[in-house]
């Protein structure tokens, strides 16, 4: 509403979400990165038991290349990303998702598929607490 009486946001305080700034292992084309990622790895982490008991949601962002030209002509930011998506955890707690990590079924599971496909020395880590300031339905 643009009469003022909308309330302020704020951070949530009942979940964290923590981002990985995805990069494609060296010699990886973009369409094999992005397949892998979405339709096997994706089976993969979500079927270990602690992240279906310690995620609230776990989202791929991927990065549309059709789009990259037009990004780069904008002024918010000049330069093409390294990246080619964002893994997005969310739980309702930093520790929840560290957890996962530490993991023998990750660990044996999961790491060994992620070598496949993603660079762990590249890619950035994000954690944070999170408003959502538009959330409008379909």
Known sequence: MSDGSSPKPTLRTDRVRLVVLMAPKPGLSFEEFDRYWLN?????????AIAKRNLLKYEQFHLD???????????????????????IFEATSLD???????????????????????????????????????????
Do not use: C
């Open 40 to 48: 096997v790895h994706a089976e993969v982490f979500s079927s270990i």
């Open 65 to 87: 290349r059709n789009y990259e030209d037009l990004i780069a002509a904008q002024t918010l930011a000049k330069s093409k990303s390294p990246f080619r998506g964002i893994a």
């Open 96 to 138: 929840k998702i560290f957890e996962i990590w530490k993991d023998e079924e990750y660990l044996r599971v999961v790491v060994p598929d992620e070598h496949k496909f993603f660079d762990h020395e590249n890619a950035q880590m994000l954690a944070g607490p999170f408003a959502t300031i538009i959330d409008k339905p379909n």
